[in-house]
């Protein structure tokens, strides 16, 4: 062989090892793409002056329900959070063993979790969680279970003073 000959052969060679790590990179790159799970963005916003939580999925509002957060002489505190656990089934160890399904625990012991006093949804009536109809704590449950990382809690609002025998908003 001549010389030039070999200088060839060892950039053809080369290439093909440059060539085989391209493929390699591309084919790991498209498994990713594939493999990866879906990533989306999850707001889920609690009005205490409204009663209400709405869910936002990548900045479009998807979900909106009525609440029930702290009564009179309770305190459901404002701020932003994240989801620290879930729990499918909890009984509240300091309030009598109370069921709250589908519990999303954040700051300490607060949580969002679906409660059976549906009645009172839509006002004031928890010791500080924010309860749900079950119905609609079961899909946000499962929607933060999958989204956990990306989801975020933010509480807004002013809680409601009593006057008589009537609640009275502070403004």
Not at 40 to 46: D, E, L
Request: one cysteine or more.
């Amino acid at each position: 062989m001549h010389i030039n000959q070999e200088v060839h052969v060892e950039m053809i060679k080369g290439h093909m090892q440059n060539m085989s790590r391209f493929v390699v990179a591309i084919a790991t790159l498209a498994a990713l793409c594939v493999c990866a799970p879906a990533e989306a963005s999850i707001v889920v916003t609690v009005d205490k002056s409204a009663q209400r939580l709405s869910v936002a999925i990548d900045g479009s509002l998807r979900y909106q329900w009525p609440v029930s957060t702290a009564r009179w002489g309770y305190s459901t505190p404002n701020g932003s959070y994240r989801p620290e656990w879930l729990a499918r089934k909890w009984f509240s160890r300091k309030y009598d063993w109370s069921p709250m399904p589908y519990s999303i625990f954040f700051n300490g012991g607060y949580a969002i979790h679906g409660s059976y006093e549906i009645a009172h949804l839509g006002r004031p009536a928890s010791h500080g969680c924010i309860r749900l109809h079950p119905q609609n704590a079961a899909i946000l449950f499962a929607l933060v279970r999958e989204h956990i990382r990306e989801t975020s809690i933010v509480v807004t609002g002013e809680a409601p003073t009593p006057s008589g025998a009537k609640w009275q908003w502070q403004y």
